[in-house]
């Protein structure tokens, strides 16, 4: 019996075998077991290993290598970019301009913003889920210190045009950061657009390691950042604290591999998630959250006309691993605010399922995956309510 | 969150497995009476369906839209009337549905929207007997 089809890659990625074994091997060489901060002949070795894994960071982002600084993760990197340029920028009051459909990561950092006296400008989406950069032009203020945006959203993979959003900040001198997790690696993300002060991204999301993440500050002109942590200035004093070597290895190999699929893959995992919806019109009535097109290839947020969420989540356990219309709050169990600011009801958002395919998923995965959703919607369909099809959507 | 669902009773993936007793009321002797109950805030919706004969309930059926709690309450429900006497007493509140499956505390608000429909049924029982 074959397990469940793996289609949860926008919450994280299967590790990638080749990036696990570099890891392991990073971690058993007696040579790399250094500082790399030390002076010494083994932490000058560790620092070698460092700098060619950082080197391979940067080219998937297109960043000269010094512009990288190594984090926790892409919540530790938005933090740092968010916080940290609003309170590097000067004690005065300032203003920001973000979205109601960020990841919680970013939402929570503006919201502290908030809290600290600063004004955040909370743009909104319409019901394709795009934010557009004329909205964004609207909001910029003499005060505006900082615009901070996804590229592409977890839930419904809508793309930002963030070239439009960088030309509108280059012009106002305004620093702009670009929440890129979801989207490095996935398809091309070119830190050296101008405008782009600042762009996220991490390991985990791309067939690396969870625990490592990267921030790309641009050098010239820098945008002044506050650090977040303090101590022995690793990361030209931005991320304080001694890097993990395997970490690193395991980041930058990753990225490596996912650039060098960049050339076909989002093409390849475009035409299945097209095919995978195409699949589940079996299942209609059914709606697609957000934009066809601007999207990421990989993400497919849907809902089902009379379907709970939860109900339909244990109807397909052990056959497809997929998120909920809950996708980023199961710890509180709310409806995704992401759906919300597009305008579904609660009844909808629970009713939506998001199925995320990535490097590992075949046709055959997909073809499994829309058999066993809708033979789970139909069996739940069976046993609703008279009416309840035509009024729960 | 992922499809990996840990926090199901193993009566609750049975009775949501199977879902014995959803769907239409069989025709047969007696009368059919019905009840329901719809908190679409809480996300739940319930109907059941009874055929009452000689004082008892001679067979039930529900409809359901919920969580898996919901679905197995309704579908446990069901089971137990069928063939208990209408004026048997009511038995069947949300805190035995809870207890039956072991449904945490979050689960009561939908619990109870299975026993606002239970209750609705039985009182047109008892009219019709």
């Known amino acids: 019996m074959k397990g469940a089809v793996y289609l949860d890659h926008a919450a994280t990625a299967p590790l990638d075998p080749r990036v696990a074994t570099a890891m392991a091997a990073c971690l058993a060489d007696p040579d790399l077991q250094a500082n790399p901060a030390s002076s010494h002949a083994a932490g000058r070795a560790a620092a070698e290993r460092l700098a060619a894994a950082r080197s391979q960071v940067a080219r998937l982002v297109n960043a000269p290598p010094e512009a990288i600084v190594l984090t926790s993760g892409a919540t530790e990197s938005v933090n740092l970019a968010v916080l940290g340029a609003v309170r590097g920028a ?10 109601r459909i960020e990841h919680r990561a970013g939402l929570d950092a503006c919201r502290q913003l908030e809290r600290e006296g600063h004004g955040v400008t909370w743009l909104a989406p319409g019901g394709d889920g795009l934010i ?3 909205q964004v032009g609207a909001a910029l203020r003499e005060d505006t210190t900082l615009v901070s945006l996804m590229h592409a959203n977890n839930e419904t993979g809508v793309l930002t045009d963030i070239a439009a959003v960088a030309r509108l900040c280059e012009a106002r001198g305004i620093a702009f950061h670009v929440d890129a997790a979801q989207s490095a690696g996935k398809v091309p993300v070119d830190a050296a657009v101008p405008g782009i002060a600042l762009l996220s991204f991490c390991a985990h999301k791309l067939g690396g390691p969870k ?18 942590h303090h101590g022995g200035g690793q990361e030209r004093g931005l991320r304080s604290g001694t890097l993990a070597l395997h970490q690193a290895v395991g980041f930058g190999l990753a990225c490596e591999q996912a650039r060098a699929a960049l050339g076909e893959e989002p093409s390849r995992i475009r035409v299945l998630r097209e095919r995978l919806w195409g699949l589940l019109q079996a299942a209609a009535p059914a709606w697609r959250n957000g934009a066809a097109e601007p999207s990421l290839p990989g993400i497919l947020s849907v809902g089902f006309a ?6 339909l989540l ?10 909920s219309g809950a996708a980023c709050n199961s710890a509180t169990g709310e409806p995704s605010h992401v759906l919300r600011a597009l305008g579904r009801s609660d009844e909808a958002i629970q009713a939506s ?7 590992s998923t075949t046709a055959e995965d997909v073809d499994r995956a829309a058999a066993a959703i809708v033979h789970a919607v139909a069996r739940l369909r069976a046993a609703l309510p008279v009416g309840a ?5 | 969150m992922s499809a990996q669902a840990p926090r199901y009773s193993a009566r609750v993936r049975s009775l949501f497995g199977s879902l014995e007793g959803a769907g239409e009321l069989p025709a047969a002797a007696g009368a059919a009476v019905s009840g329901e109950a719809i908190a679409l805030d809480r996300l739940a919706w319930v109907q059941f369906a009874a055929r009452v004969d000689g004082g008892r309930i001679a067979d039930c059926r529900f409809r359901a839209f919920g969580c898996p709690h919901t679905l197995a309450a309704a579908s446990f429900a069901a089971a137990q009337l069928r063939g208990a006497p209408v004026d048997a007493g009511f038995a069947l509140d949300a805190g035995r549905l809870a207890r039956e499956l072991e449904a945490p505390a979050e689960k009561m608000g939908r619990l109870l929207v299975v026993e606002d429909a239970l209750r609705d049924l039985l009182e047109g029982a008892r009219r019709v007997q």
Do not use: C, K, W
């Not at chain 1, 790309?216 to 977040?228: A, D, G, K, S, T």
């Not at chain 1, 009379?306 to 109900?311: A, M, R």
């Not at chain 1, 099809?389 to 959507?393: D, K, M």
């Open chain 1, 90 to 99: 000067g004690s005065a009051r300032r203003h920001v301009v973000t979205s």
């Open chain 1, 132 to 134: 557009r950069p004329d």
């Open chain 1, 211 to 228: 625990g490592v993440g990267a921030l790309y500050v641009r050098r010239r002109p820098r945008p002044p950042i506050q650090p977040l």
């Open chain 1, 306 to 311: 009379g379907i709970e969420g939860e109900s």
């Open chain 1, 314 to 323: 244990l109807e397909l356990d052990g056959e497809v691993a997929a998120a």
């Open chain 1, 353 to 359: 399922l998001r199925l995320s395919l990535g490097r």
């Open chain 1, 389 to 393: 099809l035509e009024r729960i959507a």
